[in-house]
C-alpha cells in the first residue's frame, strides 16, 4: 500500500505543476508592447524591432525617425 500513497501524492504534485496560470496575460502584453507600425498597426516591443518589421514588411518604406 505504500506505493498507492506515492502515487497520489505523485499526481497531486503533478496536477499543481501542471496546471495553468491564474489570470490574464493581457496587462502584461500592454505593458510590453509599447510602439506600433503607423502603416499596418502591429505592436511591437522597441525601436529595434520595428526597424526590422520595417525591413521585412514595408520595404519601400523608410521606418520613422522617432517612433510612436
Known amino acids: 500500500m505504500t506505493r498507492g500513497k506515492q502515487k497520489i501524492e505523485a499526481q497531486r504534485k503533478s496536477a499543481e505543476r501542471n ?3 491564474k489570470g490574464s496575460q493581457f496587462e502584461a502584453r500592454a ?3 509599447k510602439i ?3 502603416i499596418c498597426k502591429a505592436q511591437l516591443a522597441n525601436a529595434k524591432q520595428l526597424a526590422d518589421h520595417y525591413a521585412s514588411k514595408h520595404p519601400r518604406e523608410q521606418p520613422p525617425a522617432e517612433p510612436e
Open 31 to 33: 505593458v510590453a508592447l
Open 19 to 21: 496546471q495553468k496560470p
Open 36 to 38: 506600433s507600425c503607423p
